[in-house]
């Protein structure tokens, strides 16, 4: 359904209910630093951003991975604008399932 | 301080002030299912608990690893009474530092 409203349907990836993530992947999403700091870009910023808008320290194909990821475990939406794929963060959703998760997260990034 | 405090004091591990456990080391330690099995026992039990009093599906030495794991994370307190070694969950200390993330523990175990 969100997959149709984002529009560009056939290319939007299938996206989990939070609800049915276990926490299990949860913590194995959260645990690599790299895909923290995605969470925590997008979440500072406030807004979606696309993949190359987040400044990482691997190569594309392995960002492309740790996307794939956060979006299995439920922590982003990823839709199309044109050629590029944009990133939201599932704050709202996630915090109702997981409260505090994502505070610790946002946390991390302010003290470094 | 909290070692002499305990009594048995050369026997006991050294336990690390929770604020200077990195989410990274947490995520780390809570990642293994196992570890989050420990935590929620003793969470349920609300009270200290020696390490074989919890019952896990692994061997003695493994048990031993992963409590290793949670004391040097800030998530237990080891000491000994007489020949038993027990564990108290830092709940306070730890909520303090990371709310929520007890509670989702907690509540994976609540749920199966």
């Given at each position: 359904?969100?997959?149709?409203?984002?529009?560009?349907?056939?290319?939007?990836?299938?996206?989990?209910?939070?609800?049915?993530?276990?926490?299990?992947?949860?913590?194995?999403?959260?645990?690599?630093?790299?895909?923290?700091?995605?969470?925590?870009?997008?979440?500072?910023?406030?807004?979606?951003?696309?993949?190359?808008?987040?400044?990482l320290p691997v190569s594309k194909s392995t960002a492309t991975h740790h996307f794939h990821v956060l979006r299995e475990a439920g922590l982003i939406r990823q839709y199309y604008v044109g050629t590029s794929r944009m990133n939201a963060l599932r704050r709202a959703e996630f915090d109702a399932v997981f409260p505090g998760l994502l505070d610790a997260v946002a946390a991390e990034r302010a003290r470094t």
């Amino acid at each position: 359904m969100a997959a149709a409203r984002e529009g560009g349907r056939d290319r939007v990836p299938p996206h989990p209910d939070v609800q049915d993530v276990g926490l299990q992947r949860v913590l194995e999403a959260l645990v690599d630093p790299v895909r923290r700091r995605i969470v925590a870009e997008l979440d500072a910023a406030g807004a979606d951003l696309s993949c190359g808008a987040i400044d990482l320290p691997v190569s594309k194909s392995t960002a492309t991975h740790h996307f794939h990821v956060l979006r299995e475990a439920g922590l982003i939406r990823q839709y199309y604008v044109g050629t590029s794929r944009m990133n939201a963060l599932r704050r709202a959703e996630f915090d109702a399932v997981f409260p505090g998760l994502l505070d610790a997260v946002a946390a991390e990034r302010a003290r470094t």
